[in-house]
């Protein structure tokens, strides 16, 4: 917490810890922020070197998720991140390029955050080529398959649509001529948003064998605690996961493709 004056950083402190428990103050607003910033720009630029990785060890036939839960056994110098279908909500997506644009006028060029975005919004396309892939193994055409999303809020047990990657997947998809549903508990319609009003007014379909059977390929974009994945590996035979959300349930071979 910093404040432009003492008197600001007094008053703002006695607000703060009638909430928090614990409020960290600093020298100034400008330290504040900063702070704010660093923290996404952190986390922005390690999930974009995970990502990375991901795409990498894909190629190599490497399963990621299985070298990051080896690597987080080091007791000291390495944090866990996780790959997924892009970056979402308020913060990491967007803040980071609050500094870029403002270190243009100190005459710095933001080298790290700017790559980190590049991979982070790259990773939509990426998981389409591989549901693009996941359809061919059987032998179907991504025009005209009808694709369900699961996950529309942009982390898992939130409802928040806010910056989600979904909707560039679910955007994407139709582009190539699929037909999109989604299916998220925590979000039974999807209310207008910014930049996706297209998609407002679109319900949540219901979970059920009868309806799950008939998609071609289902997309796991955010993995629901309240989401049964051992349903669904019952009642779907092509399965895009790009959480991971898939690890120890039975399924048969190529049903399954990690994104």
């Given at each position: 917490?910093?404040?432009?004056?003492?008197?600001?950083?007094?008053?703002?402190?006695?607000?703060?810890?009638?909430?928090?428990?614990?409020?960290?103050?600093?020298?100034?607003?400008?330290?504040?922020?900063?702070?704010?910033?660093?923290?996404?720009?952190?986390?922005?630029?390690?999930?974009?070197?995970?990502?990375?990785?991901?795409?990498?060890?894909?190629?190599?036939?490497?399963?990621?998720?299985?070298?990051?839960?080896?690597?987080?056994?080091?007791?000291?110098?390495?944090?866990?991140?996780?790959p997924g279908p892009g970056l979402g909500g308020h913060c990491i997506p967007i803040d980071p390029f609050y500094l870029t644009w403002k270190a243009k006028e100190y005459g710095v060029n933001t080298k790290f955050i700017e790559l980190a975005g590049e991979?982070?919004?790259?990773?939509?396309?990426?998981?389409?080529?591989?549901?693009?892939?996941?359809?061919?193994?059987?032998?179907?055409?991504?025009?005209?398959?009808?694709?369900?999303?699961?996950?529309?809020?942009?982390?898992?047990?939130?409802?928040?649509?806010?910056?989600?990657?979904?909707?560039?997947?679910?955007?994407?998809?139709?582009?190539?001529?699929?037909?999109?549903?989604?299916?998220?508990?925590?979000?039974?319609?999807?209310?207008?948003?910014?930049?996706?009003?297209?998609?407002?007014?679109?319900?949540?379909?219901?979970?059920?064998?009868?309806?799950?059977?008939?998609?071609?390929?289902?997309?796991?974009?955010?993995?629901?605690?309240?989401?049964?994945?051992?349903?669904?590996?019952?009642?779907?035979?092509?399965?895009?996961?790009?959480?991971?959300?898939?690890?120890?349930?039975?399924?048969?071979?190529?049903?399954?493709?990690?994104?």
């Open positions: 917490l910093g404040g432009v004056t003492k008197k600001c950083l007094d008053e703002g402190y006695a607000l703060y810890t009638s909430v928090f428990p614990d409020v960290i103050k600093v020298s100034s607003t400008a330290v504040a922020e900063f702070t704010k910033l660093l923290e996404n720009i952190y986390r922005s630029v390690n999930i974009g070197l995970v990502n990375e990785m991901k795409v990498i060890a894909s190629k190599m036939g490497v399963d990621i998720w299985e070298v990051i839960e080896a690597a987080k056994t080091k007791p000291f110098g390495f944090k866990a991140f996780y991979i982070n919004r790259s990773m939509p396309n990426y998981v389409v080529d591989l549901t693009v892939q996941a359809l061919n193994r059987k032998k179907k055409s991504i025009n005209g398959s009808q694709i369900l999303i699961i996950g529309l809020a942009y982390k898992a047990n939130v409802d928040d649509v806010r910056e989600s990657p979904a909707f560039h997947l679910m955007e994407t998809l139709k582009l190539d001529g699929a037909e999109i549903s989604y299916y998220d508990p925590h979000i039974p319609e999807i209310p207008p948003t910014r930049e996706h009003m297209e998609w407002s007014g679109l319900k949540s379909i219901i979970w059920q064998e009868e309806i799950i059977s008939q998609f071609d390929c289902v997309i796991i974009a955010t993995a629901h605690d309240r989401v049964s994945f051992s349903d669904l590996a019952k009642w779907s035979d092509c399965i895009v996961d790009t959480r991971n959300a898939m690890n120890g349930i039975p399924t048969s071979p190529d049903q399954v493709i990690k994104a």
